[in-house]
């Protein structure tokens, strides 16, 4: 029996082939999928991975027994066969700087009956590279202004050191919400929590599912020294039917400050979204709130924090930062923005970002699945071919 893409025609295999944007991946050229392929892909194909991904029943055999494990990605590309006189073959990507981690996840999806090449016609390929994300700040790139008065939506702020992590964090606030008639700042969650990872290649191995293999670069990572005392955690407790209490966790506070750039000219270098030295913009009139996280990040949720979810609300305190959510456009135009669309972001898409400020780019609104750090499930994510740091790097994923 022929698999699903053998059985379409060469005319029809063309089709599904976006050749506007290129990209290299592992020496081969990477198209967009279109057509019939990328309709397969989102009806069918993604959801059964997100679903394997998500089944409390896989995640010994994907994560193991670990707390630990680096950031991994799942996206389909048509990608070049060789010879290149064929058409490009719809090719599942999962991308990890952790080898053995994307194995065990290409291995596991292999296996599942839906998935398999005699009846998809699907190839997979492990690329082992650094992912960042769309709220790491760039190398040497100061944070756009972000005027007294106006909204908190794309600001850049700074979070305290954590007495896990003795690092200065950096991020994105998504939007103010309002619950209860009190305004909260909505963020990802992994800024409170980021993985560190041991050391990071400067040159990593890519290899496919057929066993071949190349060598591409990836980003250099960069060592900070702790120099930084950690916060002193406090006891969550909880009582007991017999009056007496017992302790559930280690709870401490992270304090959120605006990112100006007034004083980014004087910050240290916060690459990759980290700095060991106290940032010049952390003073007392740009604190906007604080967040109560656990200590071991293995606790995951509370009202504040969802790992999993990677969602964190934090309340806005000061009265001059309590304003509803503005984006002006790179046009001029003013837009209140009241809720979250429904739909996929396929077309033109304002990206309010710290960095840059806003940006108009395009997304094409093709699923793709990411799994964060102190997470162990996959969320939805979007790629975007202009980064939010003006292009300096073109594997930056918002989600």
């Not at 060469?10 to 089709?15: A, G, N, R, V």
């Not at 896989?58 to 994560?63: L, T």
Request: charged share 25%.
């Amino acid at each position: 029996m022929s698999s699903f893409w053998d059985r379409l025609t060469e005319s029809e295999q063309q089709d599904c082939i976006e050749k506007n944007v290129v990209r290299i991946i592992a020496q081969r050229k990477g198209y967009s999928p279109r057509g019939i392929v990328r309709q397969k892909w989102t009806v069918e194909i993604y959801p059964a991975i997100k679903g394997i991904m998500n089944d409390h029943g896989n995640r010994v055999r994907i994560y193991g027994t670990s707390s630990k494990h680096p950031i991994c990605s799942c996206r389909l590309f048509m990608l070049d066969c060789n010879p290149s006189l064929k058409p490009a073959r719809p090719t599942i990507v999962v991308r990890c700087i952790d080898k053995k981690f994307a194995r065990r996840t290409v291995d596991l999806l292999e296996k599942m009956p839906t998935l398999k090449k005699s009846v998809l016609g699907f190839d997979f390929l492990i690329s082992q590279e650094e992912i960042r994300l769309a709220a790491d700040a760039s190398e040497g790139v100061s944070p756009a202004a972000q005027q007294i008065g106006q909204s908190l939506c794309g600001a850049r702020v700074l979070i305290s050191p954590s007495q896990k992590y003795n690092s200065w964090t950096r991020t994105t606030v998504g939007g103010v919400i309002i619950i209860d008639d009190r305004l909260y700042a909505l963020t990802a969650a992994h800024a409170f929590f980021r993985v560190q990872e041991d050391a990071k290649p400067k040159h990593s191995d890519v290899m496919s599912s057929n066993g071949t293999a190349s060598t591409i670069s990836s980003a250099d990572g960069q060592d900070y020294d702790d120099d930084i005392d950690p916060p002193e955690p406090w006891s969550l407790t909880q009582s007991t039917g017999d009056g007496s209490q017992t302790e559930t966790t280690q709870v401490e506070s992270r304090s959120i400050y605006l990112d100006d750039r007034t004083s980014s000219a004087q910050s240290p270098s916060i690459d990759a979204g980290r700095a060991v030295e106290k940032p010049a913009s952390v003073r007392d009139e740009n604190l906007i709130g604080t967040v109560r996280t656990s200590a071991n990040s293995l606790y995951q949720r509370t009202s504040q924090l969802n790992l999993e979810d990677d969602w964190a609300l934090f309340e806005i305190s000061p009265s001059r930062f309590q304003t509803s959510n503005i984006v002006e456009a790179p046009n001029g135009n003013i837009l209140y923005t009241a809720n979250a669309p429904q739909r996929d972001p396929n077309g033109p898409v304002l990206v309010a970002a710290g960095v840059s400020g806003v940006l108009q780019t395009e997304c094409s609104g093709l699923l793709s699945g990411i799994i964060l750090p102190d997470s162990r499930k996959m969320l939805d994510a979007w790629t975007l071919p202009e980064p939010c740091s003006k292009l300096s790097n073109p594997w930056r994923v918002t989600c």
